[in-house]
Nanobody, 120 residues
Framework: QVQLRESGGGLVQAGGSLRLSCAAS????????MGWYRRAPGKQRELVAG???????QYVDSVKGRFTISRDNAKNTVYLQMNSLKPEDTAVYYC??????????????WGQGTQVTVSS
């Protein structure tokens, strides 16, 4: 059974850094795109950063220049390096694997979420 497990969240002061990791486990043939979403209190979920199998990346404007997404295809893992964190980055961050191909077929998977809190 495919699972996505995030790690690396926590409490940090404004200006600090955190690195999120998300590892997909199970029998996996290939993952198309991977990404990080976040949901802040009272707000809708938004795509923070995404990366394709060919390593093309995209970012929401508010994190450009501060966050970097990367992936290790051999480990089925995606990372989000977050620098110069701001209080408005506070949210639950979710990992997403899109077009994941396994013996069970193709589908999209989500992690359970990890809390990131940035204090001012």
């Amino acid at each position: 059974q495919v699972q996505l497990r995030e790690s690396g969240g926590g409490l940090v002061q404004a200006g600090g850094s955190l690195r999120l990791s998300c590892a997909a486990s199970g029998s996996i043939f290939r993952i198309n795109a991977m990404g990080w979403y976040r949901r802040a209190p009272g707000k809708q979920r938004e795509l923070v950063a995404g990366i394709t199998g060919g390593y093309s990346t995209q970012y929401v404007d508010s994190v450009k220049g501060r966050f970097t997404i990367s992936r290790d295809n051999a480990k089925n893992t995606v990372y989000l390096q977050m620098n110069s964190l701001k209080p408005e980055d506070t949210a639950v961050y979710y990992c997403n694997a899109e077009g994941l191909l396994s013996p069970g077929g193709r589908g999209d998977y989500w992690g359970q979420g990890t809390q990131v809190t940035v204090s001012s």
